[in-house]
């Protein structure tokens, strides 16, 4: 599945696609408003990653250009930006999401992963992981063939957890993504623990094995082990 990353921050470009790679996808790179304009039409992406703030250009006019070629790529837009403006305009012009810098970038491969499955299916997608099928599309979650009544949040909450299946990820990083630029504001993380042990105990209910591990002083798990 091939992605394009349009962002000026070397570092964080670096960071960004090795973290994808390892997720299976590819990456297409460039580094300016320019280059992302050479790179649009390059491949049929699933996704697109573009920042606004970039040196020779505005990235929502990379968005406009982008819809107006009738792209079906799904796009993110990236900005160190918080303006509530632009935000509504990246989304009025086509974009699916908005994610501000700084972010873990567990989040960011959530993210892409919601995108490219919206791009890709349809709504049509089946998402399994051991004993637990979701339909993300219909919100729906099921063990084996008995239906669990998830809430959005933990609806939300365990489609992160299965796009970052065998990964470490913090608390922090699950605030920051059910709750965006709120996510960490509130000092304590009781709200993370409590979402967690109630989607734990509703999947385990249901006859699912507890596939979400403690990492003592770290975070949590979900794995198969």
Partial sequence: MQILIVEDE?????????YLKMEGFKC???????????????????????????PDGDGLNLV?????????????????????????KGL??????????????SELVARVHSVARRTRSHGEEILTF???RVMPEERTCFVEDKQVDLTRKEHDLLLYLMSNRNRVITKESIADYLWGEYGGGYGSYDFVYTHLKNLR??????????????????????SLE
């Fill in 28 to 54: 297409e790179e460039a580094t300016s408003y320019h280059a992302g304009l050479c790179s649009l039409d390059k491949y049929d992406y699933i996704c697109m990653l573009i920042d606004l703030n970039l």
């Fill in 201 to 222: 105990r509703k999947l385990v209910d249901a006859g699912s094995p507890d596939y979400i591990k403690n990492v003592y002083g770290v975070g949590y798990k979900f």
């Fill in 92 to 105: 009025e012009l086509g974009a699916d999401d908005y994610l501000v810098k700084p972010f873990h970038l």
């Fill in 64 to 88: 406009k250009i982008a819809k107006q070629n009738q792209s079906n790529s799904g796009i993110i837009i990236i900005s160190a930006r918080n303006a509530l403006e632009e935000r509504v």
């Fill in 10 to 18: 070397i570092p964080l470009m670096e960071s960004m696609v090795s």
């Fill in 130 to 132: 051991g004993m637990i």
